[in-house]
Structure formats: structure tokens, C-alpha cells
């Protein structure tokens, strides 16, 4: 409750999306990923892919599931606007390193991304916004 209300009373832009939109939003998301990562998991045990493939996976859930940690834990804007910055940049790197391989989880990545594209936008003006 009290980095819901430190949340609450940071300077967000107008275009901030309501709270309750980030649940569903993510849940749709945490599908997609599931789906998505496990099939690149289980081709890398299979040996389809290389190590240096995945890598790009397993570092942005590392990323993502850092952020509410960073963002709401410690209640800093910057190691979460440095942390979203990584998630977008390897989910980027990520998109290219599995196209090759396996298109459709390369596609299935996009809704994803958009939305990391917004977040990114969103978590560097509040990040400003409140220096």
C-alpha cells in the first residue's frame, strides 16, 4: 500500500494510463511470453538453437521481472526507467535472434514490444517529471 500511494503521488503525464489497465495488459502479455520463451526454451534443450540465441530471453525476464522490484521496492524511477530501457533492448535483440529460427515467436513478440515501446516512453517522462 505504501509504494501504491508513493505511486500514486508521483507527476505522471496526461497520457498516463489508468492503474487498472496495467493488470490486464500484463496478464495478456505474461501469456504471450509464456507461450512464446517456453517454445524458445524447449528448442534450446532440444539443441535447435544456440545458447547465444536464448540469451537475449532469459536477460529480459531477468529485466522484466526487475522492474517492480526497482519501481516499486526502491522506489526509483531511474534504475526502473535504466531497467525498462533493458527490457526493450533485448526483447529488440531477442525478436532478431529468433526470427531465423522460429518466425511465429518472433510475430508473437509484437504486442509485447508495443507495449514495452509505450512503458519505455511512459517510465522516462515520469522518470523526468519528478527529478
Known amino acids: 500500500m505504501n509504494s501504491y500511494n508513493w505511486y500514486s503521488q508521483l507527476i505522471k503525464p496526461s497520457w498516463s494510463p ?17 507461450v512464446s520463451f517456453g517454445k524458445v526454451f524447449l528448442m534450446f534443450f532440444q539443441k535447435k538453437i544456440s545458447f547465444i540465441v536464448i540469451l537475449p530471453f532469459i536477460l529480459n525476464l531477468v529485466f522484466n521481472f526487475a522492474f517492480t522490484p526497482l519501481q516499486f521496492g526502491l522506489k526509483n ?19 532478431i535472434a529468433i526470427y531465423p529460427h522460429e518466425r511465429w515467436v518472433a510475430y508473437i513478440q509484437i504486442p509485447y514490444m508495443l507495449w514495452v515501446s509505450f512503458a519505455t516512453i511512459l517510465q522516462l517522462t515520469i522518470t523526468y517529471l519528478n527529478v
Request: proline letters at 6%.
Open 18 to 34: 489508468p492503474a487498472w489497465l496495467f493488470g490486464p495488459v500484463w496478464t495478456f502479455l505474461y501469456i504471450l511470453i509464456a
Open 77 to 95: 524511477n531511474f534504475l526502473a526507467a535504466v531497467d525498462v530501457i533493458l527490457v526493450f533492448v533485448t526483447l529488440i535483440w531477442a525478436i
